[in-house]
């Protein structure tokens, strides 16, 4: 049985002092969580969020990880600093990142190594957009998406999968249940035809579009959806641990 996850991405918001108010507002709602709960914060608020979590069953992630050990790159952070830090999870190739600062498959595949390199787990986005989608192009998108992303990587005991369709991330739509599992469905059939059954049958994977408390008991019931990568709900505790203590 693969171990539901719960990750939220709190993307550019929150200061320090907001962050552990938010935590601390969360922890003991979700203290009897049966899935995996995640924090993914802004750099400014790890060290934090590492302190404020401490005794509870919150996981502590970032967002984003550089492609080098260290060097010329002003404005990046290593997943050494990370580690040391105290950070487990980093989200890796979110649209946003994607979409407002270069990422490619290229790029992403360089920062998933230095991701488990390190030992830190990554939750590697993948999504097509709205036209994409219209244009019946969300198959060849994803597959390169993977192929490329995940491009002769060989270790994924600690890899998660966030399907995240663009179109449906901060708009307040989302996929119908059965289409994402469905959706989902197809990057597990890809992941086993690519890297083995035993992967496939292993690999956590995620859905990262609008889920939300009124969705996310009809979404987590799918047989292929292991979790949500929430954005806009994981910034109000009672909505976040509404999600993480959905009743199956």
Same mark, same amino acid.
């Given at each position: ?11 550019? !918001? #929150? &200061? ?6 938010? +935590?601390? =507002?969360?922890?003991?709602? @979700? ?104 244009? !019946? #192009? &969300? ?6 998406? +993977?192929? =490329?992303?995940?491009?002769? @990587? ?95």
């Amino acid at each position: 049985m693969r171990k539901p996850i719960i990750a939220g991405n709190w993307k550019m !918001n #929150k &200061t320090a002092a907001e962050a552990e108010a938010l +935590i601390n =507002e969360l922890k003991p709602l @979700v203290k009897k969580s049966k899935p995996e709960v995640v924090i993914c914060v802004p750099y400014t608020d790890l060290w934090i969020a590492k302190k404020a979590i401490e005794g509870s069953k919150i996981k502590l992630g970032a967002e984003n990880v550089a492609w080098a050990d260290s060097g010329a790159f002003t404005g990046e952070i290593s997943a050494a600093m990370l580690k040391e830090i105290g950070v487990e999870y980093v989200i890796i190739g979110h649209s946003e990142r994607r979409q407002y600062f270069g990422e490619t498959d290229e790029t992403v595949n360089m920062r998933l190594k230095q991701a488990l390199k390190n030992d830190l787990k990554p939750i590697v986005c993948v999504g097509e957009t709205l036209t994409e989608r219209e244009k !019946n #192009k &969300t198959k060849k998108v994803l597959k390169k998406q +993977i192929l =490329e992303g995940f491009k002769d @990587v060989t270790e994924f005991d600690n890899v998660v999968i966030a399907y995240e369709p663009v179109w449906a991330i901060g708009t307040g739509k989302t996929a119908t249940a059965e289409d994402a599992n469905k959706t989902i469905g197809y990057i597990r059939s890809l992941i086993r035809k690519t890297f083995g059954a035993e992967v496939a049958k292993n690999l956590r994977i995620q859905y990262g579009g609008s889920m939300k408390p009124s969705n996310a008991k009809e979404l987590m019931a799918m047989r292929n959806i292991d979790g949500g990568l929430i954005g806009g709900a994981a910034l109000k505790a009672e909505d976040f641990a509404a999600i993480v203590n959905y009743k199956g």
